[in-house]
């Protein structure tokens, strides 16, 4: 009943809406961490960060083996993977992770996935690392960051879950909220006056084709419902270099907190 109430009144006050749609798309809400993933980051080396005005929060975990860095989902946080950093850094590998912009512990404001995408570029360099991991929408940002810094050299790259199409965001996102198709027009066409970039190109099955990856494997729950396994299945179709596990049992979130999915994702580093 409330989708068809919103559908209806997006089409009477569509710039409204479409106001209303762009700040739930550039306002990303912080979750609260649980008391193990306090814990975790109470470990970590910290440092303030400045990019693009936010006061960015940078973690470290010392070890003496792999630099590895772990890239996070949208309201998301580095916390969210405190299960595989324990896991990490017991095997000596040093591990970085950042609460991305408006995200976690890092200063508030309206932010983007291509402010997202440029830290991610800006870490990789600054941390010197060859290996990563990123969950969700991190999948999303690091293949653009590596598309747009073709110099970037990764050697080895896990994806837990990953989206594809930005414009699939989009669409989830309109009907989640029942916003009329007019409106998600809209939206679609103020994101691209603003960015300058065709949203339609915005494909991580497309990145993938030219980015300079070693090795990479993708991991997805065949139930996960906040992004369907075809989305990770198309990626995986369009990158030569890639491996898939379909995986059941976890979900799109505990997918962070599985021993055999951080057993993999450890052995698969070693």
């Given at each position: 009943?409330k989708?068809?109430l919103?559908?209806?009144?997006?089409?009477?006050?569509?710039?409204?809406?479409?106001s209303?749609?762009y700040?739930?798309?550039?306002n990303?809400q912080v979750?609260?961490?649980?008391?193990?993933?306090?814990?975790?980051?109470?470990?970590?080396?910290k440092?303030?960060?400045l990019?693009?005005?936010?006061?960015?929060?940078?973690?470290?975990?010392?070890?003496?083996?792999?630099?590895?860095?772990?890239?996070?989902?949208?309201?998301?946080?580095?916390?969210?993977?405190s299960?595989?950093i324990?896991?990490?850094?017991k095997?000596?590998?040093?591990?970085?992770?950042f609460?991305?912009?408006?995200?976690?512990?890092?200063?508030?404001?309206?932010?983007?996935?291509?402010?997202?995408?440029?830290?991610?570029?800006?870490?990789?360099r600054k941390?010197?690392v060859?290996d990563?991991?990123?969950h969700s929408?991190?999948?999303?940002?690091?293949t653009y960051?590596?598309f747009?810094?073709?110099?970037?050299?990764?050697?080895?790259?896990?994806l837990?879950?990953?989206?594809d199409?930005?414009k699939e965001?989009?669409?989830?996102?309109?009907?989640?909220?029942?916003i009329?198709?007019n409106?998600?027009?809209?939206?679609?066409?103020?994101?691209?006056?603003?960015?300058?970039?065709?949203?339609?190109s915005?494909?991580v099955?497309?990145?993938?084709?030219?980015?300079?990856?070693?090795?990479s494997i993708?991991?997805h729950?065949?139930?996960?419902?906040v992004?369907?396994i075809s989305?990770?299945?198309n990626?995986?179709?369009?990158?030569s270099?890639?491996?898939?596990?379909?995986?059941s049992?976890?979900?799109?979130?505990?997918?962070?907190?599985?021993?055999?999915?951080?057993?993999?994702v450890?052995?698969y580093f070693k």
């Open positions: 009943m989708k068809a919103v559908k209806i009144a997006s089409g009477i006050f569509p710039n409204l809406f479409t209303f749609a700040n739930q798309l550039t990303p979750r609260k961490l649980r008391e193990n993933e306090l814990k975790t980051l109470d470990k970590a080396e440092e303030s960060f990019f693009k005005g936010f006061d960015i929060k940078l973690y470290t975990w010392k070890g003496e083996g792999k630099k590895i860095l772990l890239i996070h989902g949208w309201e998301g946080q580095a916390g969210n993977f299960d595989l324990e896991s990490l850094i095997v000596g590998y040093t591990v970085y992770s609460d991305g912009p408006s995200h976690g512990f890092s200063s508030r404001g309206r932010t983007s996935l291509f402010e997202f995408t440029e830290l991610v570029g800006v870490l990789i941390f010197e060859r990563l991991v990123s929408f991190g999948g999303v940002a690091t960051a590596l747009n810094n073709k110099d970037l050299e990764i050697d080895k790259y896990v837990l879950t990953t989206p199409k930005f965001r989009i669409d989830d996102v309109s009907e989640m909220v029942g009329s198709n409106v998600k027009n809209k939206l679609i066409q103020r994101l691209e006056k603003e960015t300058n970039i065709d949203v339609e915005l494909n099955s497309e990145f993938v084709k030219s980015i300079n990856v070693k090795h993708i991991i729950d065949k139930n996960d419902k992004i369907p989305r990770s299945r990626v995986y179709k369009n990158w270099v890639s491996e898939f596990k379909e995986i049992g976890t979900g799109h979130f505990r997918i962070l907190r599985t021993n055999e999915v951080i057993a993999d450890v052995e």
